[in-house]
Nanobody, 123 residues
Framework: VQLQASGGGLVQAGGSLRLSCAAS????????VGWFRQAQEKEREFVAA????????EYADFVKGRFTISKDSAKNTVYLQMNSVKPEDTAVYYC?????????????????WGQGTQVTVSS
């Protein structure tokens, strides 16, 4: 099983970025997929998650209205569209897969992790 996160980079405040999480060895139709982030010297925190069917999504309060999580089942890929980014969004972003839609905001519940992609927002 491998999750590949990509799409990070340097963006100016107020700009947009789209992260992708592609999976091999598992189907996102059978897993909840979450995005987490970890800034320097801070704990990993929940950003967003999407259910197996894609019908249900959850967001951290600090990204509501700015970020959107979605999935393309045909490509077995989950996206995180980041709009109106702020300098405080700077972090390494990780995608992860969880077999159960339970405590999805808790990173310890997730079974598989991608390698992370760096997002840097300049002011």
């Amino acid at each position: 099983v491998q999750l590949q996160a990509s799409g990070g980079g340097l963006v100016q405040a107020g700009g947009s970025l789209r992260l992708s999480c592609a999976a091999s060895g598992l189907s996102f139709n059978r897993y909840v997929v979450g995005w987490f982030r970890q800034a320097q010297e801070k704990e990993r925190e929940f950003v967003a998650a999407i259910s197996r069917s894609g019908d249900n999504t959850e967001y951290a309060d600090f990204v509501k209205g700015r970020f959107t999580i979605s999935k393309d089942s045909a490509k077995n890929t989950v996206y995180l569209q980041m709009n109106s980014v702020k300098p405080e969004d700077t972090a390494v972003y990780y995608c992860a897969a969880d077999s159960a839609y339970y405590r999805i905001r808790d990173f310890k519940q997730y079974d598989y992790w991608g390698q992370g992609t760096q997002v840097t927002v300049s002011s």
